[in-house]
């Protein structure tokens, strides 16, 4: 069995697997807790706001730490900043896991566990993206179709997250925390055995001239690529705040709970899932595919997440929108991805990478809290206004995005 990556195009299956397995267990680390957040309510006697701090102190960990690990990862290598992040990671799930277990008020040592997850979370599933990039080179098509991979396996994750999730609570309402451990030691072997990243054939450029070459970057291209971001921020706002609000609306309207919950949770997460793979392996580095595909997702965005809060009462139709919403989603995702990563050169890939990466922690950070505080007075209003801004996202796609001078990004103007 070949155990390790080469660099010269010919990626082996497990070491395709050891990547993928790392924005799985990422994505578990976050999303696994949504549908016991009212558990956490109940047994820690904290109100939904703080609730939701859960999740959010991970996430502006990873804000503001992602950007470092894209430049350390660029100086020093992929595999030195993964592994170290994975510990945190595991060190982060133990802690918040054993206070939950032997404290009586362990709320303060639940979001420093989680603070020292966000900062694993950083210098690990961000990574990735660059470390595809570095090791199929040039070649868009499989570039596209391994991010397709990578990004199908962070959806996996989400699809997984409830039904595991509302399994491991219903043994004990902190066995998540310490699942996300043992997920976690999982992946550090997997990147120990598996992954080969190639080797560095010059050496990392000074951080006065690296800053320099990044702000060219942004001033040369920014147009193009805060509109990537914007779009980064905003769908992952939208999802974390439906599924928030899918959590709280299946127990106090629909009398769901449990492992039940956790399944009904996972049908619109399973269409994200689905459409994400499908892309993946679509896009194949055209350009004018991938704009297409983002102008679409927008508009079925804009017309679906409006309608989420009218349907809150009926069951299958809710379901029924949210589906659609997350295969609205699921097509975007892996084509912001391809997007980002293929067309930065190498040397500041994972920097650029990790700044979008760092610009969806935005989203995923800002949507528990404020969904927390619209589902009392402004529910549809902000649903709506969801969908409005998705339009006006739409409009800074057809401005800033070209695509017209060829099929591949090597060839096109973004």
Known sequence: MNDQCSNENKVSNWCVVSMASIPLVMTLGNSMLIPVLPIFEKKVGISSFQTSMIITSYSIASIFLIPVAGYLSDRFGRKIVI?????????????????????????????????????????????????????????????????????????????????????????????????????????????????????????????????????????NEGKWIFTVFTIGIFVMYVLFSVLFFLSDILEKTHNLYGVKKGFVLA?????????????????????????????????????????????????????????????????????????ITENIEKEERGTISSFYSSSRFIGVAAGPPLMSIFMKNFLNGSFIAAGIIALIVLGMVVIFIKAEEGPQLEEATI
């Open 267 to 339: 049908i619109p997460l399973l269409a994200l899932c689905i459409s994400s793979f499908i892309t993946g392996r679509k896009i194949k580095g055209d350009l004018k595919l991938m704009k297409k595909i983002i102008m679409f997702s927008l508009l079925a965005i804009a017309a679906s997440v409006s309608f989420v809060g009218f349907a809150s009462d009926r069951l299958i139709m809710l379901l029924v929108v949210t589906s659609f919403l997350g295969l609205s989603i699921g097509a975007l995702l892996p084509t912001l991805d391809a997007i």
């Open 83 to 219: 592994i170290p992040s994975l510990i945190l990671a595991l060190i982060g799930g133990l802690i918040a896991g054993y206070t939950s277990w032997k404290f009586n008020e362990p709320f303060t040592w639940i979001i420093i566990g989680r603070v020292l997850q966000g900062i694993g979370a950083a210098g690990a599933a961000p990574i990735i993206l660059p470390l595809v990039g570095d090791l199929y080179k040039d070649d868009d098509e499989k570039t596209s179709s391994c991010l397709g991979i990578i990004e199908t396996s962070n959806t996996f994750g989400k699809v997984l997250s409830p039904i595991l999730g509302a399994l491991f609570a219903a043994f004990l309402w902190y066995l998540p925390f310490f699942s996300i451990s043992f997920f976690s030691l999982i992946s550090i072997l997997l990147v120990l055995f598996f992954i080969k990243a190639p080797k560095q054939k010059e050496e990392p450029v000074e951080l006065k001239i690296f800053l320099k070459k990044t702000k060219e970057i942004f001033t």
